[in-house]
C-alpha cells in the first residue's frame, strides 16, 4: 500500500518564479494538509484541505495557494519566491486521527 | 510564538544510556502525539495519546500525555545509534483540526 507520495523530491528556482508542488495522499485519506520545514525547525503548518476546499490556515501570506482535486490529491503553489521559502515541504494526509507524512519536497531559491 | 516547546534542543549521550524529552505549552490539547524524522524524510508517527495522564509504551519508549493535557514526555532506556535522529511532538486543539508541531529534539546516540 502506496503510502503519501510527492513530487518532485528536489527542486531549484529563482527568486520571483513560482513552483507547483504536488501530493498523492495515502489510499482512503480524504484530507491533506502542507508543511514547511525549515532546517532544523519543526514543520510549520500551511494549509488543509477537506473536499476540495481549505478548511484551515496558518500564517502564511497569500502568495502560498493550495488545490485539492476530486481524487483527494493536492497541489501547493507558490509565487513570487523568495530566498526565505527555501525549506523542506511536506504533505500530509489523514482520514479521522492520525497522520501519514510523504518524503517531502526539498525546494531551493537562489 | 512557539506553541509548542520541546527540551532539550539537542541531546547527544552515549549507547546504553537513558533519556527524557520534554514537550511543554501553556494550550489544551485534544490529542498529542510523537514523530521521529530522518535527514531527507517526513516525520514518522510514533504514538498518540489522547487522555490526560495517559501513559503508553513501545518497547524500549515510553510516552506520557501530562493530566492537564498541556504537556507530555518521551522517555527512552537502554539508547542505541538507531535511535538517533529528530524527535517531534505535535497536538491538536480542541475544535481546531491542524497539527501544530513543537520546536524538535534533535537527538544523536554515540555507539
Known amino acids: 500500500d502506496a503510502g503519501v507520495t510527492q513530487s518532485p523530491t528536489h527542486l531549484i528556482k529563482t527568486r520571483g518564479q513560482q513552483v507547483t508542488l504536488r501530493c498523492s495522499p495515502k489510499?482512503?485519506?480524504?484530507?491533506v494538509s502542507w508543511y514547511q520545514q525549515a532546517l532544523g525547525q519543526g514543520p510549520q503548518f500551511i494549509f488543509q484541505y477537506y473536499e476540495e476546499e481549505e478548511r484551515q490556515r496558518g500564517n502564511f501570506p497569500d502568495r502560498f495557494s493550495g488545490h485539492q482535486f476530486p481524487n483527494y490529491s493536492s497541489e501547493l503553489n507558490v509565487n513570487a519566491l523568495l530566498l526565505g521559502d527555501s525549506a523542506l515541504y511536506l504533505c500530509?494526509?489523514?482520514f479521522g486521527v492520525g497522520y501519514t507524512f510523504g518524503s517531502g519536497t526539498r525546494l531551493t531559491v537562489v | 510564538t512557539q506553541l509548542l516547546e520541546q527540551s532539550p534542543q539537542f541531546l547527544s549521550i552515549q549507547e546504553g544510556e537513558n533519556l527524557t524529552v520534554y514537550c511543554n505549552s501553556s494550550?489544551?490539547?485534544?490529542?498529542l502525539q510523537w514523530y521521529r524524522q530522518e535527514p531527507g524524510e517526513g516525520p514518522v508517527l510514533l504514538v498518540t495519546v489522547v487522555t490526560g495522564g495517559e501513559v503508553k509504551k513501545l518497547k524500549r519508549l515510553t510516552f506520557q500525555f501530562g493530566d492537564a493535557r498541556k504537556d507530555s514526555s518521551l522517555h527512552i532506556t537502554a539508547a542505541q545509534p538507531g535511535d538517533t535522529g529528530l524527535y517531534l511532538c505535535?497536538?491538536?486543539?480542541?475544535?481546531?483540526?491542524?497539527?501544530?508541531f513543537g520546536t524538535g529534539t534533535r537527538l544523536t546516540i554515540i555507539p
Open positions: 489510499s482512503g485519506h480524504d484530507t
Open positions: 505535535a497536538g491538536e486543539i480542541f475544535g481546531n483540526e491542524k497539527l501544530t
Open positions: 494550550s489544551v490539547f485534544s490529542s
Open positions: 500530509a494526509s489523514s
